[in-house]
């Protein structure tokens, strides 16, 4: 069975760091495509960042681009968010998101369950 | 910037036949993308590429549209589907955008 699951979520003052985990099991994770999607408490998602397989690409929101690094462990089915410079409006759920592309279009198929993370200020 | 535009909310009954919509800012083709979120749940998938199902997905709920607009069908209202709806577009693989989503809730 598919499955991602979150770590590393917890409670950060403003300007601080955190990293984020999620270890992926059930699936070939070395060929997939991974993301990070992130919702604020009571607000709607808002995608954060994505890797390629083998990361190659790379891509940020404008909103976190500079401060968030995404990258990935093939070896240990690992992918990784290292948050710096965070910020109140950082505060949400975040989830590890797999994505497939076909014929011009890229969907999120499988998710986990998110961990939170809330910054003080 | 793609933006994607949502009503906020929608009222129905069981049995109904309801209308969810997405306006994309821009011509999108159909690189649109639906899912449901119940609360206290991750998103789940529904319909992939404006139009086609997601394995495993009832077949009461349908997705239309291409270019700006799009809308996901459900037939026949069911008492576990009302949850909220976003879309979400990957027309850009420099910024996936979601609409700000639908809540879906009982008349």
């Known amino acids: 069975e598919m499955q991602l699951v979150e770590s590393g979520g917890g409670l950060v003052k403003s300007g601080g760091s955190l990293r984020l985990s999620c270890a992926a099991s059930?699936?070939?994770?070395?060929?997939?495509?991974m993301n990070w999607v992130r919702q604020a408490p009571g607000k709607g998602l808002e995608w954060v960042s994505s890797?390629?397989?083998?990361?190659?690409?790379?891509y940020y929101a404008d909103s976190v681009k500079g401060r968030f690094t995404i990258s990935r462990d093939n070896a240990k089915n690992l992918l990784h968010l290292q948050m710096n410079t965070l910020r109140a409006e950082d505060t949400a759920l975040y989830f590890c998101?797999?994505?497939?592309?076909?014929?011009?279009?890229?969907?999120?198929?499988?998710w986990g369950q998110g961990t939170l993370v809330t910054v003080s200020s | 910037d793609i933006q994607m535009t949502q009503s906020p909310s929608l009222s129905a009954s069981v049995g109904d036949r309801v209308n969810i919509t997405c306006r994309a800012s821009?011509?999108?083709?159909?690189?649109l993308n639906w899912y449901q979120q119940i609360p206290g749940r991750a998103p789940k998938l529904l319909i992939y590429?404006?139009?086609t199902l997601q394995s495993g997905v009832p077949s009461r709920f349908s997705g239309t549209g291409s270019g700006t607009d799009f809308t996901l069908t459900i037939s026949s209202l069911q008492p576990e589907d009302f949850a909220t709806y976003y879309c979400?577009?990957?027309?850009?693989?420099?910024?996936?955008?979601f609409g700000q989503g639908t809540k879906l809730d009982i008349k």
């Open positions: 821009q011509s999108i083709s159909t690189s």
């Open positions: 590429s404006a139009s």
């Open positions: 979400q577009q990957s027309y850009t693989t420099l910024g996936y955008t």
């Open positions: 059930g699936f070939t994770f070395t060929i997939s495509n």
């Open positions: 890797i390629s397989s083998s990361s190659t690409f790379i």
């Open positions: 998101a797999r994505s497939y592309c076909t014929s011009g279009n890229c969907y999120f198929d499988d």
